[in-house]
């Protein structure tokens, strides 16, 4: 069975500095990987997604996560943070034909 | 835009009570999800629908149940509610077999257990 694994249960930060958010994964098969975002009081919002082609995927918001198919590893990085960027991260791992499986999250927390 | 509608926010009940989570989506996806999301754990899976009156159990239906009667609705029961099912409880919903689309979350039911 595939899992995801979110090293950082929370990840403190000042705003304007660079963070990164951990994620790893067991496949060793072709796999989906997304990036999910949940402010506060609010349900998940897709945040970027891989699927195939240029490794590296961007968002709207400045983030980006990079697929490292050798470490298994789907890291979600911004180079300047900002408060509104406070919230928890969730990575998950396509299971196919329907499902995710999703990592236990990552709160951000940007202070000023 | 998708929408997936919770119906409500939050919920107090006590004990032994026939608990109802509705959730409604509008964009005409087969699938339908519901989870439970813990501090520390995540998101873990209850229950999934593929299709009307289809079900499939997910990770933790122990003392869960679900109906889907209509393509739009798909319901959560707790049939008699303990404290430990005290959780935010968040519904989803996908189009069939298209795993590289995102599942779209409603904004979730806190749900005490008192």
């Known amino acids: 069975a595939q899992s995801v694994t979110q090293l950082d249960s929370q990840v403190p930060v000042f705003e304007e500095a660079p963070v990164e958010l951990r994620c790893n994964y067991s496949?060793?098969?072709?796999?989906?990987l997304f990036w999910y975002v949940q402010y506060p009081n609010q349900g998940l919002q897709l945040l970027l997604k891989?699927?195939?082609?240029?490794?590296l995927v961007e968002s709207i918001n400045g983030f980006e996560a990079e697929f490292n198919k050798s470490q298994t590893s789907f890291h979600l990085r911004k180079p300047s943070v900002h408060i509104s960027d406070t919230a928890e991260y969730f990575c998950?791992?396509?299971?196919?034909?329907?499902?995710?499986?999703f990592g236990t999250g990552t709160r951000l927390q940007v202070f000023p | 835009d998708v929408k997936v509608t919770q119906s409500s926010r939050y919920l107090v009940k006590r004990t032994g009570e026939k608990v109802f989570l509705e959730c409604v989506q509008d964009?005409?996806?087969?699938?339908m999800f519901w989870y439970r999301q813990d501090p520390g754990l995540g998101l873990r899976l209850i229950y999934f629908?593929?299709?009307?009156?289809?079900?499939e159990k997910g990770d933790i239906p122990e003392g869960y149940s679900v109906s889907r009667e209509k393509k739009e609705r798909f319901s959560l029961i707790l049939e008699s509610a303990s404290t430990n099912q005290t959780s935010m409880y968040l519904c989803?919903?996908?189009?069939?077999?298209?795993?590289?689309?995102?599942?779209?979350f409603g904004d979730g039911t806190r749900l005490s257990i008192l």
């Open positions: 998950a791992v396509s299971d196919p034909p329907d499902k995710l499986i």
């Open positions: 989803a919903s996908s189009f069939l077999g298209a795993t590289d689309q995102p599942q779209h």
């Open positions: 629908s593929y299709d009307v009156k289809m079900k």
């Open positions: 496949s060793s098969v072709s796999v989906y």
């Open positions: 964009m005409d996806h087969e699938n």
């Open positions: 891989y699927l195939s082609g240029s490794t």
